[in-house]
């Protein structure tokens, strides 16, 4: 698709439906995919605009018959795969006052501190509106967890902090766009709602059959269950600081 740090390529899959599908190459790891694959279970827990995922296996057959697959090394092996929509990437204000599900964005600026998506902000890449539905959705998580693309379980293990602390760069150009729409006395009332109601169980589930071949091991499993365990267990003491940042929210934290 020649953007993106990933090299994503547009593929047609058996069940008819077209993905963007990342897979293991030279510039794009197991843990990358994992940082996907992660990020689209929360999403999908907590009822966030987010388009349809799949694993989904890439034969050494089709590698061999795509030249530009072969030189950028990609390994037959499951991959991350988002289904394709016909939109834009680049959103701006005219476009956020059309969208049909306004409601969505508090729920969305509270996800990306739940997995520390600080990739949001500024990159134009990581928001995306649906012409079909005109909905504003969320893609591209390769660089969660404080921007790691690969990260070791040290790494992830120091993004846990008490209190946790929202995200450095929320003055970014694409957050100034939502201020407006985390307003009045309780936008955040219904992403809390579902965060509160996540169980161990759910968050258990997240870590479940994960591709061998991207290369996950127990460490790296046991530490980004303990940050994203963190996270929602303090989900709290993110409000007062997101207050101060979106200041049209004039009730209690």
Known sequence: MR????????????DGATYVLKGIN???????????WISYRLAVLLDLPIPKCEIVWLPNEQIKSNFVMNQLEFKE???FASEYMIGSTRINPIM???????????GIVLFDQLIINDDRTTND??????????RLMIIDHSHIFGGWQDWTPN????????????????SGKNYMYL??????????????????????????????????????????INAVKSLIKHQIGHYKELLPQLKDVFTQWKGAC
């Open 155 to 170: 790494q992830i293990m120091n993004c846990i902090t008490m209190p946790p602390t929202v995200l450095s760069n929320l």
């Open 3 to 14: 953007n993106g740090t990933t090299n994503p390529f547009s593929v047609k899959c058996d």
């Open 96 to 106: 956020l006052k059309t969208i049909t599900n306004p409601k969505d964005i508090p």
């Open 77 to 79: 092996c499951y991959c």
């Open 26 to 36: 030279q510039d794009c790891s197991g843990k990358t995919l994992f940082n996907e």
């Open 179 to 220: 201020r407006d729409y985390i307003n009045g006395n309780s936008p955040f009332d219904t992403i809390i709602k579902k965060i509160a109601s996540i169980s161990n169980e759910e968050i258990s589930g997240l870590f479940q059959n994960i591709p061998i071949e991207w290369g996950i091991n127990e460490d790296d």
């Open 125 to 134: 890449g990581n928001f995306y509106y649906d012409k079909k539905t005109k």
